[in-house]
């Protein structure tokens, strides 16, 4: 009985964890809007408010930022340039190390990271709800857009892909020997005679061979 029992219970699968993906290393940079928020805080404090209340600080400096001339943003817009360029710099030396090549033009982007680009744009400054997120809301505003809606980001891809042909081609002029792997030399090895079932086996790798070189 015991062990129709143990055969009835159901068996308990671990789910797999997913495997995050791994970061180069290299801090981003941080944006002009967070940079003051870190010296609003800062002021807030000195004030005498309460800064613990995650919520509240961060409707008032959204409002704070909002309300400020692009004549005021600008020592924060330039402190986040010059962290930009701190990153590029960074990613320049790492792509080199890695065998990339900085001076190659970047593929097109798809229309949905053209209209992200656009969302984060609109979304700068502005207070989110507890547990939401740009990405998540940009893909639920994308989910709803009609296809009218998506146009303007499809043409922003095609327009974005002429520049990117036209850029490879004087990058292929100016580098004839970017992208093409040495071909590595077939060896053949002469196989000693057997019996049938082997030379059934020695036909199946060659095949095999045959398949990976195509593939390459």
Do not use: H
């Amino acid at each position: 009985m015991e062990a129709m029992k143990r055969k009835a219970s159901p068996v308990k699968v671990k789910r797999a964890k997913k495997v995050k993906k791994a970061s180069d290393g290299i801090k981003k940079p941080t944006s002009a809007y967070i940079y003051f928020v870190s010296d609003y805080r800062l002021m807030l404090k000195k004030k005498g408010k309460d800064t613990s209340r995650v919520q509240e600080v961060a409707k008032l400096c959204g409002a704070a930022w909002k309300g400020m001339t692009d004549e005021e943003k600008a020592p924060y817009v330039e402190k986040y340039k010059l962290d930009r360029s701190r990153y590029l710099q960074e990613k320049d030396v790492l792509d080199k190390k890695m065998g990339k090549d900085p001076n190659k033009p970047k593929r097109p982007q798809t229309a949905y990271f053209c209209f992200l680009a656009d969302f984060r744009k609109e979304m700068a400054g502005k207070t989110l709800n507890d547990g939401d997120k740009i990405p998540q809301l940009a893909g639920e505003r994308w989910r709803g857009m009609t296809a009218e809606s998506k146009k303007k980001y499809e043409l922003m891809v095609e327009k974005d892909k002429e520049r990117y042909e036209k850029q490879m081609e004087e990058y292929k002029k100016n580098n004839p020997d970017a992208g093409k792997k040495p071909v590595p030399k077939k060896v053949v090895v002469a196989a000693p005679p057997s019996s049938d079932d082997d030379s059934d086996e020695d036909s199946e790798e060659e095949e095999d061979d045959t398949d990976s070189d195509e593939s390459d």
